[in-house]
């Protein structure tokens, strides 16, 4: 089946430094990937559609200058939660969608996620 | 666009019961609809997905949901539950027909007693 790999999975980081997280389709294509913070017992929260090749696309709220994305290739997409701060600690969830026909009506593949803490 | 609500944020049953959660989407047209599962500190994984081909869908581990039209309804069940099926499930569906997003409920965490 379709592989998701997200790293790290968990990360642990002072205040004022940046965290890049990776998410890579293992096995397939992906022409959009998908990023979102989870929050404690609380559902998906959508913060930006990657997009190979081209700029994300952020959900309102979603401060871009603080969450860059870059999808440089069908099978990568990065998160880099810059100058980090104690708010920004949450559960970071990718997900992917196959290339090929790959709508809304397919499935999305998760990474496991990342449990970023800023202290 | 389209919605899902699920009914009950938590869901406790005994180990061997009857599971049974609860979905009901918002659409004036059939919808695709998902159920995923998520584990502690994992991501989610399809359980299984509804497409109109059929109104009864099976899924793994067991699972199974019916597409109810008539009651906007997308519920899934489960004969008997194991200790194993404890985690968070969520009712997805796509925003739009066709579009790139999903939308997804608020999840009903599913507590297994002994």
């Known amino acids: 089946g379709a592989v998701v790999s997200q790293h790290p999975s968990w990360v642990i980081c002072k205040s004022g430094t940046s965290v890049k997280i990776e998410c890579r389709s293992l096995d397939f294509q992906a022409t959009t990937m998908f990023w979102y913070r989870q929050f404690p017992k609380q559902s998906l929260m959508l913060m930006a559609t990657?997009?190979?090749?081209?700029?994300?696309?952020?959900e309102q709220g979603v401060e871009k200058d603080k969450f860059l994305i870059n999808h440089a290739s069908l099978t990568l997409s990065t998160l880099t939660v810059t100058s980090a701060h104690p708010e920004d600690s949450s559960f970071y969830i990718c997900s992917a969608r196959d290339r090929v026909g790959g709508t809304s009506n397919q499935p999305q593949h998760f990474g496991d996620g990342t449990r970023l803490s800023i202290l | 666009a389209q919605s899902v609500t699920q009914l009950g944020s938590h869901v406790s049953v005994s180990e061997g019961a009857l599971v049974l959660l609860r979905c009901n989407y918002s659409s004036s047209v059939p919808p695709y609809l998902f159920w995923y599962v998520q584990y502690p500190n994992q991501g989610l994984q399809l359980l299984l997905k509804y497409t109109s081909a059929a109104t009864l869908v099976k899924g793994i581990n067991g699972f199974e949901a019916e597409f109810k039209k008539s009651e906007t309804s997308f519920h899934l069940t489960k004969p008997s539950a194991h200790m194993s099926d404890a985690a968070e499930y969520f009712c997805?569906?796509?925003?739009?027909?066709?579009?790139?997003?999903?939308?997804f409920g608020a999840g009903t965490r599913l507590f297994v007693k002994a």
């Open positions: 990657s997009n190979e090749g081209s700029k994300a696309t952020y």
């Open positions: 997805a569906v796509p925003q739009t027909p066709g579009g790139f997003k999903t939308i």
